[in-house]
């Protein structure tokens, strides 16, 4: 008896000793492969230049000896591609990492700022406390134009056809659950909301023609404010090309977002440390919340046109793809 009443103690001790041991060393094991994530970035940003099948440079870094602040993030979101769980994540980070979070109430997808108006933008950003991300829906902004520091810049986009069609429906339905107010309700017409994808693509409406606001709006976003931005033309696809090269830290996937969050986590850990165990939080609940609502599949004749229009956005598309997978190479990220 007396040995027992000794043993059990011990046999206590080392059941919270094992217990302890299997919580910790998966923690123990991410956190070694985020470490060595951050020597492998190191020694990548050594060598910034990878090779795609057109045999044309691709940088996969942008060129930090460009006077860039690393301390203030620009995150100018594409629409309909992720960016309310990024959002999500960064509100959840903020406090934890001990960084200040500007989310501008500006909502509209299509502004294009001139003369005064973009100075102005840069000023408000170049103003703002360190360490700091600001969002919103605003196509690519020049600070050395207006010779203040250039802030570094993320983005996340997905399929240009899935973006449109996902962006078709949410402007007549909205998301599920969402109690949609009287302005959201009036942005289309009960005809218009009466309307399939495939009635957009074969009746060649204003949301889906070749030559319309939104065919290129993806290229727009990271080609900037200038002229040249503003028609679908195969100069404004490689100028959006060059601002990803040289002032895009990292450009993710929508299809890949957890090796998004674990780019991000390793290239700019004081904003991202812990985003991916975050994700994996509260990610399931987030993916309900934000499934647009009466969402039509497309037939594949509409698909096959539309993509056709969007060539010039798929040229843009495959370029960050085809970036951001060297990138996770050099890291050692797998999904």
Same mark, same amino acid.
């Given at each position: 008896m007396a040995t027992f009443q000794v043993a059990r103690p011990l046999l206590s001790f080392v059941g919270l000793s094992v217990a302890i041991a299997l919580w910790t060393i998966p923690y123990l094991h991410y956190n070694?492969?985020?470490?060595?994530?951050?020597?492998?970035?190191?020694?990548? $940003?050594?060598? &910034?230049?990878?090779? *795609?099948?057109?045999?044309?440079?691709?940088?996969? &870094?942008?060129?930090?000896?460009?006077?860039?602040?690393?301390?203030?993030?620009?995150?100018?979101? *594409?629409?309909?591609?992720?960016?309310? %769980?990024?959002?999500?994540?960064?509100?959840?980070?903020?406090?934890?990492?001990?960084?200040?979070?500007?989310?501008?109430? $500006?909502?509209?997808?299509? $502004?294009?700022?001139?003369?005064?108006?973009? %100075?102005?933008?840069?000023?408000?950003?170049?103003?703002?406390?360190?360490? %700091?991300i600001y969002e919103r829906h605003i196509f690519y902004v020049d600070f050395h134009q207006f010779g203040l520091q250039q802030p570094m810049y993320i983005n996340l986009v997905r399929d240009p056809l899935e973006q449109r069609i996902s962006g078709y429906y949410y402007m007549r339905f909205g998301r599920d659950g969402q109690n949609m107010t009287a302005w959201q309700k009036q942005r289309r017409t009960d005809e218009q909301k009466a309307q399939t994808f495939d009635d957009? *693509?074969?009746?060649?409406? &204003?949301?889906?023609?070749?030559?319309?606001?939104?065919?290129?709006?993806?290229?727009?976003?990271?080609?900037?404010?200038?002229?040249?931005c503003m028609q679908p033309s195969q100069a404004a696809v490689e100028k959006a090309k060059e601002n990803i090269r040289r002032h895009y830290a990292v450009v993710g996937v929508l299809e890949e977002f957890s090796s998004f969050l674990k780019v991000l986590e390793v290239v700019m850990p004081q904003f991202f440390r812990g985003a991916h165990h975050t994700w994996r939080e509260i990610g399931s609940k987030l993916m309900k919340?934000?499934?647009?609502?009466?969402?039509?599949?497309?037939?594949?004749?509409?698909?096959?046109?539309?993509?056709?229009?969007?060539?010039?956005?798929?040229? *843009?598309?495959?370029?960050?793809?085809?970036?951001?997978?060297?990138?996770? %190479?050099?890291?050692?990220?797998?999904?």
């Open positions: 070694f492969k985020i470490a060595s994530a951050h020597k492998k970035y190191a020694a990548a $940003t050594q060598n &910034w230049t990878g090779h *795609v099948q057109d045999q044309k440079t691709l940088n996969i &870094w942008p060129c930090f000896n460009h006077n860039y602040s690393m301390a203030k993030v620009v995150y100018n979101r *594409v629409p309909k591609c992720g960016s309310n %769980s990024v959002v999500t994540i960064i509100r959840k980070l903020k406090d934890r990492n001990g960084f200040h979070f500007f989310e501008d109430k $500006t909502y509209t997808a299509y $502004t294009v700022l001139r003369g005064r108006n973009l %100075s102005n933008f840069a000023q408000m950003i170049y103003n703002l406390p360190i360490p %700091s957009c *693509v074969f009746y060649n409406t &204003w949301e889906c023609n070749a030559k319309g606001p939104l065919i290129f709006m993806m290229t727009k976003f990271f080609c900037g404010h200038d002229d040249i919340m934000q499934k647009t609502s009466n969402k039509r599949p497309a037939s594949g004749k509409a698909r096959e046109v539309m993509r056709e229009r969007l060539h010039l956005d798929y040229q *843009v598309y495959d370029f960050i793809k085809e970036r951001f997978h060297m990138q996770k %190479s050099q890291l050692g990220i797998n999904d």
